[in-house]
DNA sequence: CCTGACTCTAACGTTAACGTAAGAGTCTGA
DNA sequence: TCAGACTCTTACGTTAACGTTAGAGTCAGG
């Protein structure tokens, strides 16, 4: 099965929608933002893409999962036009992907240390479980039963317990 | 240096401002959502809040760090508030952290294979340094010089060279 | 008791990333 | 050639998470 509908072995809208899994309005918006553009046109005016499109589409979500936004890439991008020279050009992409590396990195650092308090509290929660069932919540607060072997309980946990929900 | 402004022990939004850096306005929201509740109200209507509310605001804080939404972190508060009994209302904070914990480990999964591809990138990008310093940015599509001794270049960096921008 | 700092409510504004609808024109295969 | 599928532009709508006035009232110290 081919991938694209016209002869031209270019790709009309509808077939980057198939590849991509983004909707119309998304690509449409990419271009608005100037992050895309079709090759050509029909003359009915439809658009008509390359087959590099669909590598620039899947660019462009990798970036966005790495926390990047519309307007930070295309930012990038019009700056990077700026550079006529290959070797100056991917420098700055490179300066570009450094920056995001050191922030991805920090991420993942936090995030693993949430991952940690969740396990945390999760464990903490399990000693709940031999508890009184009809113990009553405002009771849980400053628990220091034997459940949870005089464990105090973490700060995901401890904020649940409060007067401070309406 | 005392905490408070008022004999109370109770901490006005000005305080809670200064504890938790975030603006009254953040504050006046939560509670808006729900999420928060000052324990009373001087004559003239400013709101005191308790100790907890320090918590609860950095709780909050966190669940946001996981991915959490607002909203959702109000949905959970109120079906909270349906369980009278601690150790069943428990048992739905430990559903809640779990499903979570699940998600965060997705996430740092994704974001740990996006690192590795980064670090590709730049690796391949400090090839280009070697390259003479003129060739112009069209012809490093599909650059197999020995620059990059026989790689291909990562999707990162391939899709950045195209005739897709504007 | 008065002033300067603080707080209140109400309501409109903002950015990101699209969604949705409308009305009209275009393409293509039978 | 014509119906059904696809696409076009325009433009208003939406959700999240606050920001930003505006105008008025409140508190605390000198």
């Avoid at 099965?1 to 072995?9: A, P």
């Avoid at 009309?12 to 899994?21: F, H, M, P, Q």
């Avoid at 499109?53 to 999962?65: F, G, Y």
């Avoid at 993942?108 to 969740?118: I, M, N, P, T």
Wanted: charged share 25%; with cysteine; hydrophobic share 35%.
């Amino acid at each position: 099965m081919n991938t694209t509908s016209c002869e031209s072995g270019l790709l009309k809208i509808g077939d980057l929608v198939r590849l991509t899994g983004k909707t119309p309005r998304t690509l449409h918006f990419y271009e608005e933002l100037g992050l895309l553009r079709p090759v050509s046109r029909t003359k009915g005016g439809f658009r008509l893409y390359g087959e590099e499109t669909l590598l620039r589409v899947r660019w462009i979500e990798r970036l966005q999962e790495l926390g990047f936004s519309l307007p930070e890439i295309q930012d990038f991008l019009t700056r990077l036009q700026e550079h006529a020279y290959g070797p100056e050009a991917m420098q700055r992409l490179g300066d570009f992907y450094t920056v995001k590396l050191a922030e991805t990195r920090a991420t993942l650092a936090r995030l693993q240390a949430l991952e940690r308090d969740l396990q945390d509290s999760i464990d903490y929660l399990n000693g709940c479980r031999t508890c009184e069932p009809l113990t009553h919540r405002a009771r849980c607060v400053g628990c220091d039963t034997k459940h949870h072997e005089g464990r105090a309980a973490p700060e995901l946990v401890a904020a649940v317990h409060d007067s401070t929900t309406p």
